[in-house]
């Protein structure tokens, strides 16, 4: 029972245990490729806490499994993987380690390689995982094919005729670019430089393709500048510095020959991997930028031009997550959603080319090449992604096909192949607006040429009747003229004679200056022949020229009504009686009047035995500066007289006594003067009162005739080179 029992117990631990997998070596012979991976016999162990060292990893060998049972690749944890290699060349031979990329694209972000020789010595590989030195311009020698590159620099050894070694390799992959295998590319190091050459061949001439590309369409775009040739000479700068910053074949030729960013990170990813990514994801939104501009989708497809604006910006946050955020979003979930939207933008541009070369844009058959032969290396790089195998893998890894078999190759063969294609397609574009545009021109010429002789017909015809015409116009037009200037002799004529300012003012002048020959503006003083008080009114009609000329003589004979027989109606009376006079007399006391018209003004009832004046006004006030040099301005309603809507009780003018003193003086002034727009520096703001009373203190002791002379002097400097916008009326008087 004893024994059962112990040989039971026996059974159940070593079921528990792990079981330790036998590993095969990978032979290394005469007949293996110049790149090769071992996709058979690598084992893997996960370690997630990232802690474990090589010394505890050789320790657990117990422990790791085949890698095709670990299943999917979590980017959070780090993974050891171990392969054997044996030399059967019959030499001992240098090989390279190369973890960051495969045929596929990117595939381990973080790497560092150890290898352990039949002596148990352990020789630690240069990796990300320790410093590694990026190559300089002056570390290469222009006269021997087989320089030092990127890929030169990375982890090599040596591995001895008949020996055999273990390959310990500590990995990370990246969430966004997450690894799809655990197979490491090795390559035969001499051979493979000896070949280089070729490859540099491949990436010279399509570099040097598309950069003469760029020199032709940049050179044209000095000359003649479009959108369409603009966003492609843009496209092929993309493109060109994305071939330039591929790792096509062994290295990145920008950072070679140009920068030294090896050691530098940018987001998460280093600076070599930031800016593949960079011109990658620009170089496709350009290229869908220009393939829009081309087909015109703003004006015929304006729906679909949306949807590529809202893909523009997601893509632009696609690629602001993808590499500057160490996201834990699935590789599936982060790419399909993304990768599908992109695709639907390229079959979209391809549907839309193909709308519109039915639509007669003969130049838009060099779109529907160029998104044919673009789309299946789209759909390559999505057979990357998502981790299956793409055609291109099957290309043979020796000839031609160890150049081309890589995805970034292909993706520069597709760039330059849409370069060209699409170059002809703006010349043919091009080619084809300026044969329309010749067609127009000629027919425009033509037709010009037909008008010319219709017109020349038509302008003598036209002359005889324009000289006819002429001769009438210039003979109503001095008979308007002198209408116009006989009615200003009139107006001039209705102004107060000298006889009523005598013996009223110590010093008496006036501003009268229509904005036209004539105007609406008027003053008026009481007759002589009365004795006692007189009266002085100010009035601004509604309008000017001919029609305020014709209301101030309504305004005029009203007032001459008012005062006929006496000047003892106060002047708020005054201001009523005028307002109704005003009203009726343009029959604005009915509702069928076809007018509204009116005017402002201002009754002075000047008392000289009393020393006082009665103040009424409507809207134009009085300024008065006394002998001490005091401005004081003197307020009235604000109301308008003669209107259709009659006066309310509340705001009709009420008469308000000012006392005075001898060698007072005294300021009317119509708005036409103080709403005047001008100003020093062409600041176009309003003459105001408050300028007016400023110039009226800096004179306080000139007499009338001068005060009104600088203030005539004064408005005209204010107005400049302003348009007269009103009658200006001014009245100064000194008591």
Same mark, same amino acid.
């Given at each position: ?37 071992d996709t058979l016999n690598p084992l893997v162990l996960e370690d997630k806490s990232g802690t474990a060292t090589l010394d505890q990893v050789r ?159 940049? /050179? ?88 590529? /604006? ?353 060698g007072d003086l005294f300021v009317i002034v119509t708005d036409g003067f103080t709403d005047q727009i001008g100003g020093p520096g062409g600041k ?52």
């Amino acid at each position: 029972m004893r024994l059962l029992f112990g040989f039971g117990l026996t059974l159940c631990t070593a079921l528990m245990l792990p079981p330790a997998w036998a590993q095969s070596a990978m032979e290394v012979g005469a007949n293996t490729t110049v790149y090769f991976s071992d996709t058979l016999n690598p084992l893997v162990l996960e370690d997630k806490s990232g802690t474990a060292t090589l010394d505890q990893v050789r320790n657990r060998l117990s422990e790791f499994k085949p890698a095709d049972t670990v299943g999917k690749i979590d980017p959070k944890s780090q993974y050891w993987v171990v392969q054997k290699l044996v030399n059967r060349i019959g030499e001992n031979r240098d090989f390279i380690v190369d973890a960051g990329r495969t045929d596929s694209g990117i595939n381990w972000v973080r790497y560092q390689h150890y290898v352990v020789y039949p002596d148990g010595k352990i020789r630690e590989l240069n990796g990300p995982y320790s410093d590694n030195v990026p190559l300089r311009i002056d570390d290469i020698d222009p006269y021997v094919f087989t320089m030092d590159t990127l890929l030169s620099r990375s982890p090599v050894f040596t591995l001895h005729k008949d020996s055999e070694v273990q390959l310990f390799s500590r990995l990370k992959s990246s969430s966004t670019y997450p690894a799809v295998n655990f197979s490491l590319r090795l390559y035969d190091r001499t051979t493979y430089l000896e070949l280089r050459k070729y490859g540099l061949y491949i990436e010279g001439i399509l570099a040097g393709l598309l950069l003469a590309l760029i020199i032709s369409t940049w /050179n044209n775009l000095y000359y003649k500048r479009d959108a369409v040739s603009v966003i492609y000479g843009i496209w092929l700068v993309l493109g060109w510095l994305q071939i330039m910053t591929m790792p096509i074949h062994d290295g990145q030729r920008l950072f070679e020959f140009f920068l030294t960013l090896g050691q530098s990170n940018i987001g998460v990813f280093s600076a070599n991997a930031f800016w593949v990514g960079f011109f990658g994801y620009i170089q496709v939104i350009f290229y869908v930028l220009f393939g829009r501009s081309f087909l015109g989708t703003y004006r015929h497809f304006p729906r679909f031009h949306l949807f590529t /604006n809202v893909w523009i910006a997601l893509q632009a946050l696609h690629f602001f997550v993808a590499y500057f955020f160490e996201h834990e979003i699935p590789g599936a979930l982060f790419w399909l959603p993304a990768s599908l939207l992109q695709t639907s933008v390229l079959v979209g541009l391809l549907v839309c080319a193909i709308a519109r070369y039915r639509q007669g844009l003969k130049a838009a058959r060099f779109a529907i090449i160029s998104l044919m032969f673009y789309l299946p290396f789209w759909f390559i790089f999505l057979l990357n992604l998502t981790g299956m195998v793409p055609i291109n893998n099957y290309l043979p890894s020796y000839g031609l096909g160890l150049f081309v078999k890589g995805s970034f190759i292909m993706q520069a063969f597709a760039i330059c192949f849409d370069a060209v294609i699409f170059n002809l397609g703006v010349q043919s574009r091009s080619r084809a607006i300026e044969k329309k545009l010749g067609v127009t021109i000629q027919a425009q010429k033509e037709a010009v040429e037909n008008q010319n002789k219709i017109l020349e017909t038509t302008v003598e015809e036209r002359t005889r009747e324009l000289q006819t015409q002429h001769q009438a116009l210039s003979e109503a037009h001095d008979l308007v003229v002198g209408s116009v200037n006989y009615a200003s002799r009139l107006q001039r004529g209705q102004l107060p004679r000298a006889q009523r300012i005598e013996n009223r003012f110590t010093s008496f002048a006036t501003l009268w200056e229509p904005r036209d020959t004539i105007g609406g503006d008027l003053w008026w003083v009481s007759s002589s022949q009365r004795s006692g008080p007189y009266i002085l009114a100010v009035a601004d009609c509604t309008g000017h020229g001919v029609p305020g000329a014709m209301l101030s003589l309504l305004v005029s004979n009203s007032l001459e009504r008012i005062y006929a027989h006496s000047t003892d109606e106060d002047p708020a009376t005054a201001l009523v009686s005028l307002d109704h006079f005003v009203r009726t007399g343009l029959n604005q006391d009915r509702a069928e009047s076809e007018s509204d018209d009116g005017c402002d003004a201002v009754v002075l009832r000047i008392d000289r035995e009393k020393q006082a004046i009665e103040l009424a006004g409507a809207k134009i006030g009085l300024f008065q500066m006394t002998v001490q040099g005091q401005v004081i301005r003197h307020s009235v309603a604000r109301c308008s007289l003669g209107y259709i809507e009659a006066i309310a009780e509340a705001d009709k003018p009420k008469v308000a006594t000012i006392s005075y003193s001898i060698g007072d003086l005294f300021v009317i002034v119509t708005d036409g003067f103080t709403d005047q727009i001008g100003g020093p520096g062409g600041k176009k703001i309003a003459y105001g009162y408050r300028r007016l009373e400023s110039l009226l203190q800096k004179n306080k002791d000139a007499d009338a005739q001068t005060m009104a002379e600088c203030m005539r002097e004064d408005f005209k400097r204010w107005q400049g080179t302003e348009v007269r916008r009103d009658d200006v009326t001014a009245v100064v008087f000194r008591l």
